[in-house]
T-cell receptor, first 113, second 114 residues
Framework: GQQLNQSPQSMFIQEGEDVSMNCTSS?????WLWYKQDPGEGPVLLIA?????ELTSNGRLTAQFGITRKDSFLNISASIPSDVGIYFC?????????????FGTGTRLQVTL | DAMVIQNPRYQVTQFGKPVTLSCSQT?????MYWYQQKSSQAPKLLFH???????NEADTPDNFQSRRPNTSFCFLDIRSPGLGDAAMYLC?????????????FGPGTRLLVL
């Protein structure tokens, strides 16, 4: 089945640093979603992107829908300890439905003081 | 606050003993999904209901069944749990099934099979 390549797999950063992660696909997507999952909890939606080139912010988080429609990135500025968790990208392929979300492999973020 | 609720948060069952996990939503969404998530992996879709219409994924084992008695509730039944079924089970909803609709997840139920 279709897969999303998400990188990096894991990151160890210091509090206050900026973070960048991305997702790439071999095919075109018409929606990109970014979720954060804390240990033992369900994924929480951070940002949803619907148009190529769209740049959307949510507090310290900024995400962009790549102009080729095959990639997306998420930036976190000035990281804090509560940013720790696993970040998943998810996308809906062109012509697909909401029932067919494809997930990335996740980026595990650890923040040290 | 409108939300997706899952009960229980932790469930322990015995090998082969049927178990039911429940999900409810106050979002009044048409679509409800069940995912299985194993450690450090992405969620894997098992099936979804679009209103009363059940849609199974091709690779979902027969051991997994689902019921949706009304808009608000959806159940996941595991008929004969095996050790390999130990996982986090996530319920999600979306307003509709069109492209561009966002899925909202519940907190999950962690299933342990002894």
């Amino acid at each position: 089945g279709q897969q999303l390549n998400q990188s990096p797999q894991s990151m160890f950063i210091q509090e206050g640093e900026d973070v960048s992660m991305n997702c790439t696909s071999s095919s075109i997507f018409n929606t990109w979603l970014w979720y954060k999952q804390d240990p033992g909890e369900g994924p929480v939606l951070l940002i949803a992107l619907y148009k190529a080139g769209e740049l959307t912010s949510n507090g310290r988080l900024t995400a962009q829908f790549g102009i080729t429609r095959k990639d997306s990135f998420l930036n976190i500025s000035a990281s804090i300890p509560s940013d720790v968790g696993i970040y998943f990208c998810a996308g809906q392929p062109l012509g697909g439905t909401a029932s067919k979300l494809t997930f990335g492999t996740g980026t595990r973020l650890q923040v040290t003081l | 606050d409108a939300m997706v609720i899952q009960n229980p948060r932790y469930q322990v069952t015995q090998f082969g003993k049927p178990v039911t996990l429940s999900c409810s939503q106050t979002l009044n969404h048409n679509v409800m999904y069940w995912y299985q998530q194993k450690s450090s992996q992405a969620p894997k879709l098992l099936f979804h209901y679009y209103d009363k219409d059940f849609n199974n994924e091709a690779d979902t084992p027969d051991n997994f069944q689902s019921r949706r008695p009304n808009t608000s509730f959806c159940f996941l039944d595991i008929r004969s749990p095996g050790l390999g079924d130990a996982a986090m089970y996530l319920c999600a909803t979306s307003r509709d099934r069109r492209g561009g609709e966002t899925q909202y997840f519940g907190p999950g139920t962690r299933l342990l099979v002894l």
